[in-house]
Structure formats: C-alpha cells, structure tokens
T-cell receptor, first 113, second 116 residues
Framework: GNSVTQMEGPVTLSEEAFLTINCTYT??????LFWYVQYPGEGLQLLLK?????DKGSNKGFEATYRKETTSFHLEKGSVQVSDSAVYFC????????????FGTGTRLQVFP | DTGVSQDPRHKITKRGQNVTFRCDPI?????LYWYRQTLGQGPEFLTY????????KSRLLSDRFSAERPKGSFSTLEIQRTEQGDSAMYLC??????????????FGEGSWLTVV
C-alpha cells in the first residue's frame, strides 16, 4: 500500500544550524508531495508542496525537491531559528481512486538559542 | 480570510457518552475531510465529502462513528458510546475541487477529545 516514512525525532539543533528531515514514500501512480508543520496545540499548516518529479517546493527558507528516482522528498533549511521548533509531517496525495492525504509519523524539531 | 473552523476545541466526556464535533470549511470549498490524530502520530484519514456526498470512508470509521454534510456546507462527526481509545484530536480540512491533487488541503485547529 501507499505509505510515507520519516526519520524519527526529535531533531535537536542550535539556532542557525542546517536542517535536514528525511522523507521517503511508496506509492502507485504519480502523487503530489507535501510538508505540513504543526506548532504546539495547533492544527496543521501547509509548509510547501511539489506536484511532479524534479519540482522544488519552497517557503519561509525551507525547501524540498521531489525525487522520483529515490522516492524521496527531504526537507531542508539552511539556518534554523528557535521559532521553527515544531512537528513536521511529510505527506502524499493523489494515488489512484482516492483524494486522501497519507501522512508520515512526524518529526519533532527542537531549536535552542 | 476565514479558515476552517472547528467546534468545540476541547471536549472531555465520560466513557459511553455520545459526542459531536462540527466543522465549517472555507467558504466555497466543496471537499471536506475528517482525520484523527493521536499523540506522537501523524493524522489518519477517516472520511471525505464532495459537497453532501460521502465519497470514501476509512476502515478506522467503525459503526460508532458517523459523519454528515447535509447541505454541502458544514459537517458533523458523531461518536456514539465513546471508548477511551477514541481519545484523540479530530481534524477537519477542506479544499476546492477540481483543482488537481496538488491543490492545497487546509486544516482546522482540531477538536481534542478526552474520554475518561
């Protein structure tokens, strides 16, 4: 079946460090890929997305490239801030006959000053 | 710009009681989704609607769960005879279709359910 696998957290970084959160997927067809972020006590916010192979999604300094050959969509940021502390979810959408998002288990990021 | 609105935000109920959550999607969004999220896990799909038609239901949606969207606008999710395992955050989301699978699905802030 279709699934998303994320690296386990927590990821603990100092402010201004480089961030990578790994995400790989298994899917039939050609899904769209998403990163959502969840701040404590809140719902999910879309961070970025990519709809086809080699597309790069970017927002607020975060980037992720849709790599079909490695079935990956790793999230990166060059310099994290304390305010980036949150849980990050990788998700896919658009496999045959369904319109649901399939999420990974999430990766908690903690950034310290 | 009004986002997806959920009510109540928090609900504590005794085991065996019924609870109902309401979701108001973004205006003109014709697709509405329900997800469940437990601590430390990603959201799990429950069901979605296109206007008033329920197009898909997850096997997670047992007979005690029912979702409706009678006029194609707001939706309700009812849980009957609640169990402790129902304790979770229930997330509602909406999107505009057609728009393709790259179209954004917008989430509400969720309704926390605690069954004691």
């Amino acid at each position: 079946g279709n699934s998303v696998t994320q690296m386990e957290g927590p990821v603990t970084l100092s402010e201004e460090a480089f961030l990578t959160i790994n995400c790989t997927y298994t899917a039939t067809g050609y899904p769209s890929l998403f990163w959502y972020v969840q701040y404590p006590g809140e719902g999910l916010q879309l961070l970025l997305k990519a709809t086809k192979a080699d597309d790069k999604g970017s927002n607020k300094g975060f980037e992720a490239t849709y790599r079909k050959e490695t079935t990956s969509f790793h999230l990166e940021k060059g310099s994290v801030q304390v305010s980036d502390s949150a849980v990050y979810f990788c998700a896919l959408r658009g496999t045959y006959n369904t319109d649901k998002l399939i999420f990974g288990t999430g990766t908690r990021l903690q950034v310290f000053p | 710009d009004t986002g997806v609105s959920q009510d109540p935000r928090h609900k504590i109920t005794k085991r065996g009681q019924n609870v109902t959550f309401r979701c108001d999607p973004i205006s003109e969004h014709n697709r509405l989704y329900w997800y469940r999220q437990t601590l430390g896990q990603g959201p799990e799909f429950l069901t979605y609607f296109q206007n008033e038609a329920q197009l898909e239901k997850s096997r997670l949606l047992s007979d005690r769960f029912s979702a409706e969207r009678p006029k194609g606008s707001f939706s309700t999710l009812e849980i009957q005879r609640t169990e402790q395992g129902d304790s979770a955050m229930y997330l509602c989301a909406s999107s505009l279709n057609p728009g393709g699978f790259g179209n954004t699905i917008y989430f509400g802030e969720g309704s926390w359910l605690t069954v004691v």
